[in-house]
């Protein structure tokens, strides 16, 4: 399974970006998708997950402005995201798996998104 993670970029405080991650690779479908980001200096975290077509989970410090959604057809998983703060400053990765939730079977290779204040 590969997974080729686009969309990061330089925004201003308040502005958008729309990350997708290519899934390739594999005949069976991968129920879990999600993203993570890592900060400088600090650990990987979860940023939202989706399970199936529907079930969709958001860590609280994106809540009601980042949305994970998926298209099937095109097996892509993106993360819509908006009034981005300068916080949001990570590089972040896609992951896949299977089964299980949180996913971590497969990553892909990163995308950085950069705030400025």
């Known amino acids: 399974v590969q997974l080729q993670a686009s969309g990061g970029g330089l925004v201003q405080a308040g502005g958008s970006l729309r990350l997708s991650c290519a899934v390739s690779g594999t005949s069976g479908r991968i129920n879990v998708m999600g993203w993570y980001r890592q900060a400088p200096g600090k650990q990987r975290e979860l940023v939202a997950t989706?399970?199936?077509?529907?079930?969709?989970t958001h860590t609280d410090a994106v809540k009601g402005r980042f949305t994970i959604a998926r298209d099937n057809a095109k097996n892509t998983v993106y993360l819509q995201m908006n009034s981005l703060k300068p916080e949001d400053t990570a590089v972040y990765y896609c992951a896949a798996d299977r089964y299980y939730t949180p996913p971590a079977a497969h990553w892909g290779q990163g995308t950085q998104v950069t705030v400025s204040s």
């Open positions: 989706i399970v199936g077509d529907r079930s969709r």
